[in-house]
C-alpha cells in the first residue's frame, strides 16, 4: 500500500494541524474556567475595574461588559448619594420592630 511522498506530507501536516487545534481548544476550555471561576469570586466593583482596565488596553466597552457578565444597567448605575444609609436604617428598623413583636403576625 505505497502512499506517494506528497500524499503522506499532507496526512503529516494534517496531523499536526490537529493536534494544535485540539491544543487550542484545550486552552479555550481552561480559560473559560477560569474566567468563570474569576467573575464568581469577584464582586461587582472589581468586574467594574476589569471592565476599566479592558477599555484601557482598546478593548471596545461592549466587549469587555459581555466577559466579565456585567450589564450596562449595572455598569452605569450610580446609586443617589445617602440612598445606601437610608437602605440600611429601613431594613434595620423592621428587624428591630420585628424582634420586639411590633408587626409580628400573630
Known sequence: MGHDPEH????SRLEKQNQQLK??????????KLKDELLKRSTLGERKELIGKFVAQG????????ITGVTRHQYYYKPK???????????HAKATRRRSGVGARQ
Open 23 to 32: 491544543q487550542l481548544l484545550a486552552e479555550q476550555k481552561l480559560d473559560s
Open 81 to 91: 448619594a445617602g440612598a445606601r444609609r437610608q437602605a440600611t436604617d429601613l431594613l
Open 8 to 11: 503522506l506530507k499532507e496526512i
Open 59 to 66: 478593548v471596545q466597552r461592549k466587549a469587555a461588559l459581555t
